[in-house]
């Protein structure tokens, strides 16, 4: 199994005709996600070729989901028009929408996320890698090819750290790895994807990617510790961050002793998460829970 995409998922592209959407559009195919259909109102009723794959272009998402059974679908739109599009996706009753897109404006997240939840439509994102999960497929732009199936989960606030642990466990492998987003406002947290991966029988371990700003780390803590039973290990990037500066992701705002690694480490420490200092050393704990079959 995985979480929230799997070799059953189809995935409309929305944005496909766009030069991120196309170039993206062809590494998902290639790691074998199901494809079904690009949206772009202007270019409906074509058709483009992706090596030996046409795939057809619809007028919209309700059009798409109606041709070809579509539950997911990928944003790569200018931010100007990411509100529209995953209100649309929101309005066609799609179940899951991976916002790629990043520099959106905040309001404009505060409400198309949750227009959505009000629709019943997850939104992955904004300003994220997407999910993958290997093997199966991937909607976004995360590297198919630096990991394998496996029963680890991942959820991380970081695309670079989620690339980097994939690769720095990539003879264990991971069940679907979670790219969420490092803005102020995402659609899907740490605990919703704790709460999945708890759930899920083919995920035995997870990882939890952090950075400093926010509580978003520190509320994780607390769901593990009164809900998870299985192990978590931890990573919080920013200790070596100059007091007092925004850092990176517009959500990594340190304020006196609030939101700082330290303190996100020790509340998952707390919690029972062993935090490792690097990603190395994170995924070392990793090795050293599955090599003790805890």
């Known amino acids: 199994m995985a979480i929230h995409l799997t070799k059953e998922s189809k995935v409309l592209v929305q944005g496909m005709t766009g030069g991120e959407g196309m170039k993206h559009t062809r590494r998902m195919l290639a790691a ?18 992706f090596d030996d794959r046409a795939v057809p272009v619809f007028g919209s998402v309700a059009d798409g989901m109606r041709s070809t059974g579509a539950d997911v679908t990928v944003v790569f739109v200018p931010p100007a028009f990411a509100k529209a599009a995953v209100t649309e996706a929101a309005d066609a009753g799609i179940g899951l929408a991976v916002v790629i897109t990043e520099g ?11 227009y959505a939840t009000a629709c019943g439509t997850r939104v992955v994102g904004p300003n994220c890698p997407g999910l993958i999960s290997p093997g199966q497929s991937n909607a976004g732009i995360i590297p198919a090819d630096i990991t394998k199936p496996g029963r680890i989960g991942l959820v991380s606030k970081s695309g670079t750290l989620t690339y980097q642990l994939m690769y720095e466990l990539r003879d264990v492998g991971f069940s679907t790895c979670v790219g969420i987003g490092g803005d102020p406002v995402v659609g899907t947290t740490h605990i919703d994807c704790l709460a999945a991966f708890e759930d899920d029988p083919d995920t035995d371990l997870v990882v939890l990617i952090g ?44 304020s006196g002793s609030s939101g700082t690694a330290q303190a996100k480490k020790e509340a998952l420490e707390a919690a029972g998460v062993r935090v490792g200092s690097t990603p190395t050393e994170t995924a070392r704990l990793v090795l050293d829970l599955l090599g003790s079959g805890a």
């Open 32 to 49: 074998g996600t199901n494809v079904v259909g690009g949206v772009n109102p202007r270019k409906a009723g074509r058709t483009v070729d």
């Open 211 to 254: 950075e400093i700003g926010g509580d978003a780390e520190e509320r994780a803590a607390a769901y593990v510790r009164d809900h998870l039973t299985k192990p978590v290990v931890g990573y919080i990037a920013g200790f070596t961050a100059p007091e007092g500066r925004t850092m990176g992701h517009a959500g990594a705002i340190v």
């Open 104 to 114: 959106i404006p905040v309001h404009d997240s505060v409400a198309f996320t949750a």
